[in-house]
């Protein structure tokens, strides 16, 4: 990837909508910019990185090294040299610097080190709001140094003296009221089930159920609440109908638990994620299950993969052949590799697909058994279902996948040239597969990556209908016995 010429402060002015008091009191923030907010600030900072020894450990380690200066997908979308990794960092590191470190106290020109003043908290909420948490950075890093923790610390702090993000903050006041990050209420979510039964039989021939609420269902299955109705999620949520429907397994959704997103994990709050988890909890031991499957989003399946088991475990209700939390994509490639599904790749035929790895899922979780089975995985059932697939350029996909642009918490339309400029390197990479390979499809399982994907891939000349949910390419393939 070529690395651009430096436009400095070309970005100072990208930041999203300041969230208000009705959006962050019920989440246990000020309801705006507190006074005295600088000292509040530094003393949240200490209190976070006396916390988390990994937080000390990234603000102490930095070398200067380099390494992640290009590696950033918002730097090179942007030029802006404040989006290199290191620079992010250091708009945290140089407050961090001033007063907690000796040499920071008595010489602070000397070390960089910066007062918490309004100019710092502007340049705070402008660049960790282009910092997708994407973790792809720590990857090029010798020392590991983790910007998306710097990053969720930084907004951590600004929510903490009441400057947070309208969006983030706005969602998870509906996920605590209502269950779901779009307020989609429980009739609401019935009529939409109902619906998708209907088109299915229409389309199938076979009572596919898509059930809500059902006590002493095998499965409760959590999903984005984008499935629900937007494309192509929604394509992906038929065909988990349809791998339960062909595998006998009887599952259920829940209104209590209509949103396997989790934007606690974006704002860096504890307190929210954990009460957004609990729901899931809730709702598991109201309804009986004996296993849990999230559905296709990639944060979630962080939050779920690394958080769940401390923030809401035990799960020794459950069934323990089936260890909380399992993919959805597990959940099939267990299926398929029992030879328990039957595909007719052929429907697929119009297709030569590639599939986009999503950050969280690549760098902050796994999938089955097997080392890397989280890149495996998906692309199994991809080629299981489908004749023609390619994968992108190996620098682009795997670990060291660009993020699609829009994840961590700034799918909002007043980012949306961030979002574009920042998807810059993965649309590259995927006009390279599609000139070498003639691919049409791009596939994914992660909500996020499927929204902002359909929003820019017009802005590079490419059609919103080739992002596909992988479990829409096995909704596509499946054969269903119409007796079962
Ligand atoms: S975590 Fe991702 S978005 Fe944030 S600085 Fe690193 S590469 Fe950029
Ligand atoms: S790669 Fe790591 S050590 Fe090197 S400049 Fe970047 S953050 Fe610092």
Redesign the pocket.
Same mark, same amino acid.
């Given at each position: 990837m070529k690395v651009p010429h430096l436009e400095p402060d070309s970005m100072v002015g990208s930041k999203p909508y300041v969230s208000k008091p009705e959006h962050n009191t019920p989440l246990g923030f000020p309801g705006e910019l507190v006074e005295g907010w600088e000292q509040k600030a530094v003393t949240k900072l200490g209190e976070l990185v006396s916390q988390s020894r990994a937080l000390q450990v990234f603000l102490d380690?930095?070398?200067? !090294?380099?390494?992640?200066?290009d590696k950033c997908h918002y730097y090179l979308g942007t030029s802006d040299p404040k989006n290199m990794?290191?620079a992010r960092?250091d708009l945290l590191r140089s407050v961090y610097r001033r007063h907690f470190t000796f040499a920071g106290k008595f010489f602070p020109k000397l070390v960089g080190a910066r007062d918490m003043t309004k100019e710092v908290l502007d340049e705070w909420y402008s660049y960790f709001h282009q910092c997708s948490q994407c973790r792809r !950075?720590s990857v090029?890093?010798?020392?590991g140094?983790d910007?998306a923790e710097i990053s969720m610390a930084a907004r951590e702090v600004m929510d903490s003296i009441g400057q947070g993000q309208k969006y983030t903050n706005e969602i998870l006041v509906k996920v605590h009221k209502i269950g779901n990050n779009l307020g989609l209420p429980g009739p609401a979510l019935a009529n939409t089930l109902e619906g998708l039964e209907e088109d299915v039989k229409e389309d199938t021939g076979v009572d596919v159920k898509y059930p809500l609420d059902v006590k002493g269902a095998e499965v409760l299955l959590v999903t984005p609440s984008a499935d629900f109705f937007a494309e192509p999620h929604v394509d992906g949520l038929i065909g988990y109908g349809k791998v339960f429907h062909a595998a006998g397994v009887s599952w259920t959704l829940s209104t209590h638990a209509s949103e396997a997103g989790n934007f606690g994990m974006f704002v860096g709050s504890s307190a929210n994620l954990h009460k957004i988890a609990m729901r899931i909890r809730e709702a598991a031991l109201d309804l009986g299950v004996k296993r849990i499957v999230v559905g296709e989003c990639g944060h979630a399946w962080r939050v779920a993969y690394s958080f769940w088991n401390t923030l809401i475990g035990p799960f020794d209700f459950l069934d323990p052949r089936y260890p909380v939390p399992q993919h959805i994509c597990e959940f099939t490639y267990d299926l398929i590799q029992k030879g328990a599904l039957k595909f007719d790749k052929s429907a697929n035929d119009d297709k030569v697909v590639t599939f986009h790895d999503s950050c969280n899922v690549a760098r902050a979780s796994r999938m089955g058994n097997m080392p890397g089975g989280q890149f495996v995985i998906p692309r199994e059932i991809i080629k299981a279902t489908c004749n023609h697939f390619h994968d992108m350029a190996p620098e682009t996909i795997g670990e060291g996948t660009f993020c699609c642009g829009g994840g961590g918490g700034i799918l909002t339309d007043e980012l949306i040239d961030l979002r574009i400029k920042g998807a810059m390197p993965r649309m590259q990479a995927l006009k390279d597969v599609i000139e070498e390979h003639g691919v049409t499809h791009m596939a994914a399982i992660c909500a996020i990556c499927k929204a902002q994907f359909t929003k820019i891939v017009p802005y590079y000349k490419l059609p919103m209908d080739m992002i596909q949910s992988v479990h829409g390419l096995v909704s596509n393939a499946i054969v269903l016995n119409a007796k079962q």
């Open positions: 380690s930095c070398v200067k !090294c380099g390494a992640c200066t990794p290191v960092q !950075c090029y890093c010798p020392y140094i910007t």
